[in-house]
């Protein structure tokens, strides 16, 4: 954190973005790429993704000839859902109980497309610098035929967890912060939020419900509104940070679903990260790259560091706050 | 690739550098943050990085109280290895003799903290986008006491190859790529450059040498010089695809040294990464966010695509070429 930075600068975050514009693909009453035109919707809005990267009727590779040449069908449907009708908010502009929407919303495709799909990924990249392409708040929802790399993984540690200790390896670390505090950013009746023993990103969350829960549509209408309301205050903070619209790319993770949705899936507990890339001001970011895209990841902060300035922070928007 | 795009564009590459800048620590009779002056060096130059990430003398966490909260130390050093005494020249525009004395300066720079460490981490983040804060010619060596997540990924994967096959994992698959052709960039009398079958990044590349060499001292005088040249093509074929100076971070990894040098590594062979981020131009990048961080890489253009177009492209520089 002491290098002198002559390195690249990020381009000033959004000029104000109009409430409703018309030739925007995600406002009510637009039109998109294949035609269709929007609803006048008020609350969320999901639709087919015009774009996707997984398609349901995507070809099989065929058989391979060689172990170094494996190959598989990735099938699956890409969505996108609007949290809001108007261009110019974000999450932690709206109200507690337009969030809690979303969550309901998160919920319900997590249902809909987990009756089919063995992975359903709730994601959200905000911000110009995470790759977002309409300012408009929304997130994408990706359902596939497999379980992606990072699902896998996550799959693995928990179940071996579970059969070593007995309990759920998330269940267990979030009890273990409470305990220890350092790391702890928000707590509320039934959510936690710290920055993980072992993030790489500078100010890098994960979000925990307290109770054994696997996954969003088990939550209760008490902890769908908790969410929502926590949910404001991380977000809060993360804007009041930099004083800036802060970007990340946010996700969620529960147990598989699809035609083994029925199985034992009791090691897993449903989380959300947060990988937010800035780390010195609102135009500086931490870049990943040479020693962390070849050999480890290594952080400019340490994870208590991090956790101590989101804590200190306050929970009324920058925005807002002042008169 | 046929979404529209209205995200991020990069600020424009770099406005012209000066070929020698007194205030810029890396060039020659510059003084550095220590208070050192750099000698007038009219080849490659090797430092003490001013702002290490990695310290020998790093103290021990101490012993954990939960398996869930495990730390150890990591020591090492972090070098600088500048490339030239000229500010405004890149590998691609230096001669090849001059790339030549960089590749003997990677052999001894891993000969030297090899004989301490058991990881020596060769590795170059070229451009702003890829977080690089001085556009000098250079590249980084951080040397560890323990072998990175990435180093031992490898080392798992080529010693399982090897155990069932016989065989070093790289060599049968740079002698798959040859056979099979779709992935090939460039071939010289001792080196492979393709896009490899995994390939995340729109233009990855893996740089082979085709004789089993196990790490950069054992290179042959004819095979460094055969380096040098194979590296002014790629990086040149890299330039020419957008007209731009293109960004990258590339990394060496071969056996591991240190006190274990001596074990059988024979599983291993010397490669190199190139990961840039450029997809559709010199100024809108692949962003690895959302679905890429949560879930899984997904490419935007397959490994064969990429690899035919960097084929067609010119082996002399755009900036030489013309008169
Ligand atoms: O060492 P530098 O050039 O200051 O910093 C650059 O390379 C490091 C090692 O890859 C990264 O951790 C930094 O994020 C990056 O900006
Ligand atoms: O889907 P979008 O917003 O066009 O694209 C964005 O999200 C995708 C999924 O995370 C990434 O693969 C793209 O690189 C990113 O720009």
Redesign the pocket.
């Known amino acids: 954190m002491k290098r002198p930075w002559q390195g690249q600068v990020e381009p000033p975050l959004l000029k104000t973005v109009p409430r409703h514009d018309p030739h925007n693909p995600l406002c009510p009453g637009a039109t998109r790429a294949n035609g269709e035109v929007n609803p006048y919707y008020d609350g969320t809005f999901l639709f087919d993704?015009d774009?996707p990267?997984l398609q349901p009727d995507a070809p099989s590779p065929g058989p391979s000839d060689h172990p170094l040449f494996q190959a598989e069908a990735a099938r699956g449907v890409?969505k996108?859902m609007c949290f809001h009708p108007w261009s110019d908010v974000t999450l932690p502009l709206m109200s507690v109980p337009e969030i809690r929407t979303v969550v309901d919303a998160w919920a319900s495709v997590t249902e809909e497309l987990g009756a089919q799909y063995p992975w359903v990924q709730i994601?959200e990249?905000k911000g110009a610098m995470?790759?977002?392409?309409?300012p408009h708040p929304h997130c994408?929802v990706?359902a596939s035929s497999f379980l992606p790399d990072i699902a896998q993984r996550e799959e693995r540690s928990q179940r071996a967890y579970q059969s070593q200790h007995g309990e759920p390896l998330l269940m267990e670390y979030g009890h273990q912060e409470l305990l220890r505090r350092e790391r702890l950013v928000l707590t509320s009746e039934h959510w936690l939020v710290l920055v993980p023993f072992w993030a790489v990103w500078p100010f890098q969350t994960l979000l925990l419900p307290r109770r054994h829960v696997r996954r969003l549509p088990e939550l209760t209408p008490a902890e769908r509104d908790d969410l929502a309301s926590i949910m404001k205050k991380l977000l809060t903070k993360y804007d009041n940070l930099f004083e800036t619209s802060f970007p990340y790319?946010m996700g969620w993770h529960g147990a598989p679903t699809g035609s083994e949705a029925g199985a034992n899936w009791d090691h897993w507990q449903l989380h959300a990260h947060y990988y937010p890339p800035l780390l010195r001001s609102a135009t500086i970011r931490k870049f990943m790259v040479g020693y962390e895209m070849l050999a480890q990841a290594q952080r400019d902060l340490t994870p208590e560091q991090a956790a101590e300035r989101l804590r200190m922070l306050p929970e009324v928007h920058y925005c807002l706050g002042q008169k």
Do not use: D, I, L, T
């Open positions: 993704n774009f990267a890409c996108v994601f990249n995470m790759g977002c392409s309409n994408q990706w790319s």
